[in-house]
């Protein structure tokens, strides 16, 4: 988990390792594919359906079965089994942020970046998300959790403050 106030860059070090800004100086060393998770999941699911949300990012060479089931693979990850054919504007804040976390996992992304991605949502759905995203990275995925709730550091295998673009020393956590 990455920590820190407003202003102090953590957003932009997430656009710096996606590849959406380049840096002034330094560089990304990272070989994987990388997803990030905006705050507000109403900026990134651009389909009106789940399922063709999900199809959107899928690399393009499976074929269409191999695409149904990777479909019906990455729902039941997040735990939105069968909703492949529901309208994405009847979906909770909770379950868009999961649906968004399904599409990086469909893309084959092994990094998924998260920009405060509970603040829009209520209490319980935001511990679903840290419950499912701590699951996940048991199963070998890596994540980057950007928060300004510091309950939520209890969850993360180590955390770093952010100042004025500059990453701290590793802080204790739970
Ligand atoms: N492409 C850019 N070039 C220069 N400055 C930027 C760019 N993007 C953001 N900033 C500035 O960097 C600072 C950090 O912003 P941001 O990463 O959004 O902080 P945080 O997410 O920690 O609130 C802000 O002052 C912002 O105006
Ligand atoms: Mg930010």
């Known amino acids: 988990m990455l920590v820190g106030a407003n202003g102090s860059g953590k957003s ?9 800004v380049q840096p002034d ?3 990304v060393d990272c070989s994987h594919r990388v997803s990030l ?4 999941p109403d900026h990134q699911l651009l389909l009106p359906s789940c399922g063709a949300d999900l199809q959107l990012g899928m690399p393009g060479q499976l074929s269409p079965a191999q695409r149904q089931e990777r479909l019906g693979i990455a729902l ?22 999961r ?34 995203v701590r699951h996940l990275c048991s199963e070998g995925l890596t994540a980057l959790w950007v928060t300004h709730r ?9 955390a770093f403050p952010m100042r004025q673009g500059t990453v701290g020393p590793a802080m204790a956590t739970g």
């Open 25 to 27: 100086s330094g560089r």
């Open 150 to 158: 510091l309950e939520e550091l209890d969850c993360c295998d180590g």
């Open 76 to 97: 039941e990850q997040v735990g939105l089994q069968g909703f492949a054919q529901r309208p994405i504007h009847t979906l909770s804040g909770g379950q868009k942020q």
């Open 99 to 132: 649906l968004a976390i399904a599409a990086a996992l469909a893309s084959d992304s092994r990094v998924l970046l998260l920009d405060e991605p509970t603040t829009l949502l209520d209490p319980r759905s935001q511990q679903e998300m840290l419950t499912l």
């Open 37 to 40: 998770v905006f705050q507000n």
């Open 12 to 20: 932009t070090l997430l656009r710096v390792i996606m590849g959406l």
